[in-house]
């Protein structure tokens, strides 16, 4: 009796640890603290939660946040289907070519140790301070960490998988679809999580360097008038969206892509 209320105790607990509400109190305990620092310092330059969420709801309605929001949005989906693209193909091609892994693998190591900042700027040197510049400078920065990513899955394909298609004479397409991408598919999924990540806080510095609008943009501008109650109000409006995509996209992605370690043998 006392082991099968232990046992249920204990599955109780787990299933607790496991729900919304963690995360819930997480974020209730970093307001209060917020709040008590704020009420603490009476300062212009630490508002509390109150006149932060005051002034997002006022731009929200009579200011351009969602429209900066939408405009910082589509520079990251732009870039980030750029960079999946481009660096899923090179990598495929170097994982699985070793003589061209050895002629692009210096340029690889040079692109992952290049500062950002530089790609930027040198990106806004060379083609202007434009729209297709920011996007592949955002790009530029996430196709070496693909590359990597979809190189080493390429090299773990199960040769024995190829040998079966060769020996069912499959058409490259459908050897391509029913053999390799079903094992590059955790690889793929890797890519992604820490691409996406990446390039939410790259798109900032790019339109905060060169562009006329997106968070970034507002960022720097209420930094030179040090507001920072719109600093806050924008930085929080920007995690609310990340963490909106990370949990109703990303995380269900990843699940679906990584289902088949969970299903028994």
């Given at each position: ?142 196709i070496p960490n693909v ?80 507001n920072v109650t719109a ?35």
């Amino acid at each position: 009796m006392s082991v099968t209320f232990a046992r249920s105790e204990t599955g109780r607990s787990l299933r607790l640890s496991r729900g919304p509400w963690v995360s819930l109190i997480s974020v209730a305990g970093f307001v209060l603290m917020w709040f008590v620092a704020a009420e603490f310092a009476q300062s212009r330059l630490l508002p509390g939660p109150g006149a932060v969420m005051e002034y997002i709801y006022e731009e929200t309605v009579h200011g351009n946040l969602l429209a900066e929001l939408g405009i910082t949005l589509w520079r990251v989906i732009a870039a980030f289907f750029v960079a999946m693209v481009i660096g899923s193909a090179v990598g495929l091609i170097m994982g699985e070519m070793p003589a061209v892994n050895r002629v692009l693998d210096p340029w690889l190591i040079v692109l992952l140790n290049l500062p950002a900042l530089v790609i930027i700027i040198l990106a806004y040197v060379w083609f202007g301070l434009n729209e297709a510049a920011a996007i592949g400078a955002v790009a530029l920065n996430k196709i070496p960490n693909v590359i990597v990513t979809v190189r080493e899955g390429a090299r773990s394909l199960d040769p024995g998988l190829n040998e079966m298609a060769r020996a069912y004479r499959m058409t490259p397409w459908s050897r391509f679809r029913n053999v390799t991408l079903p094992q590059l598919q955790p690889y793929f999924a890797t890519a992604s999580r820490t691409g996406i990540s990446l390039i939410w806080k790259i798109v900032l510095v790019v339109e905060l360097l060169g562009r006329p609008n997106g968070v970034g943009f507002e960022l720097h501008l209420n930094f030179q008038l040090f507001n920072v109650t719109a600093i806050l109000g924008y930085t929080l409006a920007f995690v609310a969206v990340m963490l909106t995509i990370e949990y109703l996209l990303v995380q269900p992605l990843e699940r679906y892509s990584t289902r088949w370690r969970n299903q028994p043998v």
